[in-house]
């Protein structure tokens, strides 16, 4: 099973991966993706999309109906998970609930016949960085959730594992205790370097913790990139509306140009389309497209200047002050049926539900997509 | 708020009956081994006895007989022996049904294997037949492999009638176990029995400390099998024994209701050691 492979190929790799569980349901579809050692990939995608599969595909929990799955080089696809050299924390963090912290951490060295002292050694290294020394002596039960799921961490690390897989960690926390938590895991990742797999539902997690980001959509991957990449070129409308706190607007427009004037349609509204955007877009003249604008890249009119900005009419529905920003939900016409869109404005903007308003639009930041297809147009 | 006293009442007066239902028969037992033979017989019939005394639990357990009853019950230290023949059935019956039953549930619950569904109703399906429809052909077999009379051909019954029971009840308790830890010690290293033993078993403890209570009470109290399959005090538990002091023309009455109480002990003790458990189970909270 041993095979020496080149440095490149260490770290998790999955190669044209599917699953199907009996009963015909596809979990996973030809998933290959590949963990760098030392790298934190995060997994991210919407109930149901099948990132828990993958990361039990991994761990050896779940057999894989085809494709390979290699670890630190070595093929361990058809290999039971004691084989696998692989530590996962659950998403309920898994505790075995009737031994004490330490026992607990120190389980694995045990059943690997580690030297006892070497054990006890080993768990208060662990309990150091993770901060739970005085913890040792408890029982799980008598933890609160933050605790228990250092434990998780540190029965993870103490290992030294090839291979680091987290269910959606810190979901059963609260917020500012997964802030903390957030930035403790990454922490702890740097430290250790093992190759990490992380499952999250939450933006955030994805966007601050991942080296990269894969978006899985109905078992398959949409696109994994840098999260910065992903924020700037979504490949197509899913991995658009996915990533991004509020979603992109997303608005059927319609492409024109008359000579070398090149704009879209939305609502009755114009707005330019700068020449380097107009290569990808020349099919498209004069049909439907999808236009797309992050809420952050609207300005009210105020803050808009005439040649970066393109200007959108519409009629404020609803506003929403979070303090540091403030996000306004209008809709283009008075048409209730209209497209809504959403906003991020300054904060101190001036405006009034149910008036009709200008914002204006960043135009070197438009997204365009293929109405029919969902890909981007670029 | 009207009908709450009613309510209140009708609740008070249920209990009440069934308190009285259940535990009037003990306490009469109970006064009966503490009278005299005179006591019982007295015309007309009296409550409490005249002189309380400890005769028939003496007799009963010092085995030094002066007591008139019989055919065998009467040897000296019988009845002793038939409760050391209960005992001995109920703990090797017990521990036997315990590891068949956990380790087959458990497996049914957790292992996929084909024919899994099929071999689990297949086997549960037994506990529907009625163990009198098959015991003229399980004294048949006993017989031919030389067990009647023997403990341990008791002991091959019960656990052949019971353990398709008790493995059902494991197999609902694991499944309603969370399968995560098990899942992290296989990653921590474990064989699929090594993540059983070290992870699964600890944490079905008061699944299994109420399964045991069940299975004692189940054993202890069984009547037609240990009649049907034994002749002598040899293997003559206390169930079967008990009645034998019923004589065919007079009865020592302190006596039986002496046997009685003592036999109702080691399962009254167990009951109560593992009530918390056994509650713990039926609420689900185990
Ligand atoms: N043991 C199983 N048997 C049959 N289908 C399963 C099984 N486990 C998962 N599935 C199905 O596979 C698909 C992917 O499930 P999975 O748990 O991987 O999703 P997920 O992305 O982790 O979702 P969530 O974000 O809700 O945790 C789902 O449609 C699910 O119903
Ligand atoms: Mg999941």
């Known amino acids: ?378 | 708020m009207i009908r709450f006293p009613a309510a209140q009442l009708l609740r008070i007066v249920a209990i009440a009956a069934i308190l009285l239902w259940s535990l009037a028969p003990i306490g009469l037992g109970v006064i009966t081994s503490l009278s005299t033979q005179t006591d019982v017989q007295a015309v007309p019939a009296r409550w409490l006895p005249h002189h309380a005394t400890l005769d028939a639990y003496r007799s009963l357990l010092g085995g030094s007989g002066d007591f008139r009853a019989g055919g065998t019950v009467s040897e000296s230290g019988a009845f002793t022996h038939a409760l050391w023949n209960s005992a001995s059935i109920m703990m090797l019956s017990t521990l036997a049904i315990l590891c068949v039953a956990i380790s087959a549930g458990y497996a049914f619950a957790r292992l996929r294997f084909p024919g899994r569904g099929a071999l689990f109703w297949a086997i549960v399906a037994t506990t529907v037949v009625p163990v009198f429809t098959v015991v003229i052909a399980l004294f048949g077999f006993l017989a031919d492999a030389h067990l009647i009379d023997r403990k341990l051909g008791l002991v091959l019954v019960f656990v052949s009638t019971t353990t398709p029971l008790a493995m059902w009840l494991v197999h609902n308790h694991v499944k309603q176990l969370p399968t995560e830890p098990e899942e992290a010690a296989l990653l921590d290293g474990c064989t699929r029995w090594q993540a059983f033993w070290h992870v699964a078993l600890p944490q079905m403890r008061s699944g299994i400390a109420a399964l045991s209570a069940i299975i004692v009470l189940l054993v202890w109290g069984e009547f037609l099998i240990p009649l049907l399959l034994t002749s002598t005090n040899a293997s003559k538990p206390v169930t079967v024994f008990i009645p034998e002091y019923i004589g065919k023309y007079t009865t020592n009455y302190p006596l039986l209701a002496a046997a009685g109480v003592l036999a109702m002990l080691p399962p009254t003790v167990v009951a109560l050691v593992l009530n918390r458990h056994i509650r713990g189970m039926l609420s689900g909270s185990s």
């Open chain 1, 1 to 378: 099973m041993d095979r020496p492979d080149t440095a490149s190929t260490c770290g998790i790799v999955l190669e044209h991966v599917h699953k199907e569980f009996p009963g015909g349901i596809v979990a996973v579809r030809d998933l290959s993706l590949t963990v760098e050692p030392g790298e934190l990939v995060v997994l991210v995608g919407p109930s149901g999309s099948g990132k828990t599969t993958v990361l039990r595909m991994v761990a050896g929990l779940e057999t894989v109906t085809a494709g390979q799955v290699r670890i630190a080089g070595r093929v361990v696809t058809g290999l039971s998970p004691r084989h696998r050299n692989v530590a996962m924390v659950f998403q309920n963090y898994a505790l075995y609930a009737h031994m004490t912290v330490r026992a607990n951490i120190g389980f694995a060295l045990r059943m690997a016949g580690t030297p006892k002292r070497e054990i006890h050694m080993r768990v208060n290294q662990a309990a150091n960085i993770l901060g739970i020394t005085e913890l040792l002596d408890r029982k799980p039960g008598q933890l609160s959730g933050g605790q228990r799921q250092r434990v998780a961490m540190g029965r993870a690390i103490v290992r030294e594992p090839a291979a680091f897989l987290m269910d959606e960690p810190l979901s059963n926390l609260d917020a500012k205790l997964r802030v903390e938590m957030r930035a403790e895991i990454t922490h702890v990742h740097r430290r250790i370097g093992a190759p990490t797999l992380y499952v999250t539902h939450d933006q955030t997690e994805a966007m601050t913790m991942g080296n990269r980001v894969a978006i899985l959509r109905q078992g398959r991957l949409e696109q994994i990139g840098t999260p910065l990449e992903l924020y700037e070129r979504p490949v197509n409308v899913f991995v658009a509306g996915f990533i991004g706190s509020p979603a992109m607007n997303l608005l059927p427009a319609r492409l024109d140009s008359s000579g070398d004037d090149w704009y879209a349609t939305v609502g009755g509204c114009r707005i330019p389309i700068l020449p380097p955007a107009r290569v990808a877009l020349w099919p498209f003249a004069g049909h439907d497209i999808l236009l797309g604008l992050r809420p952050e890249d609207l300005v009210s009119t105020e803050d808009a200047r005439d040649s970066e900005h393109g200007i959108i009419q519409a009629t404020v529905a609803r506003t929403e002050s979070l303090g540091s920003e403030l996000l306004v939900y209008l809709s283009l016409n008075s048409d209730v049926t209209s497209p809504p869109l959403t906003a991020r404005l300054d904060r101190r903007t001036a405006v009034q539900q149910g008036t009709y308003t200008r914002i204006g639009v960043n135009l070197q930041r438009l997204y365009f997509f293929d109405p029919t297809s969902g890909a981007a147009i670029r």
